[in-house]
Structures are given as C-alpha cells and as structure tokens.
C-alpha cells in the first residue's frame, strides 16, 4: 500500500513536467454579436504519455466553453483544439488565466500549474448597417456650411471660453488662465462640414438591466458564423441604447459628419466633435465599458453642455426616460436652434412580467421622436426616422 502511494505521488509530480501551454486569438478587438476564435496548444516535451490533463479557462468570457480534458498525450506530441464563440456582451476581458490540472491515475494527489493572461480582448457594443437616416437631408450627408466653433485648430480664430471636460489640453489659452484664475480655452471657426451631438442617458435606475449574464455562447457550428444578421441583443435596455448610439455615430461618421459624444455615468464622457476613424475608435473604446451608474438626469447633462454645441447642430438624445420627462430639454434646444432627436428606450417593454402598462407594450412613432421596443428590428426603425 504504501508503494502505491508513494508510486501515485511521484506520478502525480510528473505528470505536468515538461508541459507548455499556449493559446492564441486572431484579433483583440471585437463587437458584440460576432465569433471570437481562439486557438490553444499543449505539448509533451516530455519521454512521458500524460494520462490526462485538464484545462479550465478561468476568463470570465469564456469559462464553460474553452475548458476540457485531454487524454493520453503521447511524448513530443502537440495536441491543439480551437475554439469559437459568440460575443454577448462588451467590455474588457482578460483571456486567461488557464489553470493545467493533472495527476496520478488513480486520482489520490493531482499537480496544478497557472498560466497567467497575457492578452485581452475588447469588445464593443453591437452595430447595425444602416443605409440613412430619414431625419438627415440630402444636403446635410453631402456637407453644408455650418457657422460653428471647435477647439480644433483650423486657420480661422475666433475666441476664448472656458474649459470643459473633453476639451484638448493644447488648446488652452495660459494668460487668460492666469488672468481669470481658470482654465480657458481657444476656439476656432470650424470647417464647413455637419454636426452632430449624442448624448446617452446613463442615469443609475433609468434602465432594465439583464441579472443573468452570458458573456458568451459556444458556437462550435461553423454554419452559424454567417448568421449574424438575425443577432438578437439580450432583454437589456441599457444595451439597446448603447447599441443604437454606437450605430449612429457609425453612421454619421461615414457620412462625413463631425460627431461628440457625451454620457454620465461614475466617469465623465464628453468628447468633443470630430470626424473620421479615429473619432469612431475613441468613442467605441468609452462605450466598451460604459454602465449606467450615473446619478445625474439626462436633461441635466444636456443644460452643461448646451453651451458648447454650435447653433444648427443636430442632437440626438438616448434615454429611457419618457416624453413628457424631456419636454422641457426639446424646448430649450429648440430656442437654441439645434435639432433634437429624442430616441425613447420603452424599458417596460423589457421587463417579463406580464402586467404592464399601454406605455409599456405599445411601440409608438412621431415625427418628433422614436420609441424603441425589446425585440424590434433596431435597423428597421432607425431606417425609418
């Protein structure tokens, strides 16, 4: 007895010497909705077979599909299996760590080996291809000439303001600051290209959030990979309007327009108006781990920074708030002169239980303004604007 102890102990010491371990992704930078794929490798460098070697993936993204057990590696022998999932929700997540298990055969003593995360992968918010916007004219998409200011530097100056946040650091004018005691800033006179302003509703307790999270679904059937156009997002209104504000600007960036973003949550977002890929990359990184733990109401946000959108701008507001909350924002943009696009998250319509109110279960549309559902087509209806 005690041979076989002492046997089963020294084979458990073993039985992960001379094991590597690598696992590989394609890409770093995904959006929701679209296969991940992976691929992981483990080889014997060892004159030993190893009986078994159990691999569990401990990343919160891929837990329950990339662990598994691979049995009898023979000696100088790689064994590789890969893997493919379907995103489900954004954020940053660590690929790893990978924890090595094995041990002797008759399962008395195991050897534990943890391989740290190396990479990460970034996933943002899903975005629908939409052809255009109703509410954009023609003469708008092809670019018109706008009066505007930016703290963008062009050839044009045109005065000081005060700073806020988002505003470029390069920009500050240093006497003023000296002079007034705060930060100013300089302003130029902006291209002759269309604004757009959007503002997301990130208000703590506006929304219906999703309790339990599958961060991600096997997809082990190369078919369903072209099936990402019938993606359906989860039952979370937060999602659906970080979603549609992604799609958007998307959009209006394609089409040349100069887009700000602005959000409250425990961070403040406010990134001032630019155009291009690399506007859409630096919104697309703060919408990747945005949340909705903001404590300051969306009509609120839009009286700070009302300010700082040129006259003749268009703003679109995501909120789950309802119509009657923001009548009061859609008046004073109006004496602005701005064009406000109020998009309505119906966060009735998320929740499952069967007693909701008429609000809650009908989807209404205006020429003033869009009420989205859980389960509507997003594309269809931002079509329709």
């Not at 084979?11 to 991940?36: C, H, M, P, W, Y």
């Not at 399962?107 to 995360?117: E, H, N, T, V």
């Not at 505007?148 to 044009?156: I, K, L, N, S």
Request: net charge positive.
């Amino acid at each position: 007895m005690l041979i076989v102890f002492i046997f089963s102990l020294v084979k458990a010491r073993l039985s992960l010497d001379k094991i590597s371990f690598f696992r590989d992704s394609r890409t770093n930078r995904q959006q929701v909705g679209e296969i991940f794929e992976e691929r992981f490798e483990l080889t014997n460098h060892s004159k030993l077979k190893k009986i078994w070697i159990e691999v569990t993936d401990e990343s919160k993204i891929g837990k329950s599909i990339n662990s598994r057990v691979i049995a009898n590696l023979e000696p100088n022998r790689v064994r590789i299996h890969n893997s493919s999932m379907r995103l489900m929700h954004r954020g940053i997540f660590t690929l790893g760590p990978t924890k090595i298990t094995s041990g002797d055969t008759l399962g008395l003593f195991k050897a534990i080996k943890k391989i740290k995360a190396s990479k990460k992968l970034v996933v943002y918010p899903h975005i629908y291809i939409i052809e255009k916007l109703s509410f954009i004219n023609s003469s708008e998409q092809g670019g018109h000439q706008l009066h505007t200011f930016t703290t963008q530097a062009t050839p044009q100056a045109n005065g000081i303001r005060e700073y806020t946040p988002g505003d470029p650091l390069n920009r500050v004018h240093w006497p003023f600051t000296i002079k007034h005691g705060r930060l100013m800033v300089k302003e130029f006179d902006a291209d002759t290209q269309p604004n757009a302003w959007v503002i997301l509703d990130a208000c703590k307790g506006k929304h219906i959030r999703e309790k339990n999270k599958a961060f991600a679904l096997d997809n082990r059937f190369l078919f369903t990979k072209h099936k990402s156009a019938d993606f359906q997002l989860n039952r979370d209104s937060f999602e659906y309007a970080v979603s549609i504000a992604t799609t958007l600007i998307n959009h209006l960036i394609e089409h040349g327009f100069s887009v700000g973003f602005t959000s409250v949550g425990q961070e403040i977002v406010n990134i001032q108006p630019e155009k291009g890929k690399r506007q859409l990359n630096k919104i697309l990184e703060k919408l990747a781990v945005l949340n909705d733990d903001g404590d300051i109401e969306i009509s609120s946000i839009f009286n700070k920074i009302k300010s700082n959108i040129p006259r003749g701008s268009t703003v679109i507001l995501i909120t789950g708030e309802t119509l009657e909350n923001i009548e009061k924002t859609i008046y004073t943009s109006a004496l602005n002169r701005m064009r406000l696009v109020p998009i309505l998250i119906n966060t009735g319509s998320f929740r499952v239980s069967p007693q909701i109110s008429s609000r809650e279960i009908s989807t209404k549309r205006s020429d003033q303004y869009l009420e989205i559902c859980y389960g509507d087509n997003i594309r269809d209806q931002l079509h329709g604007m």
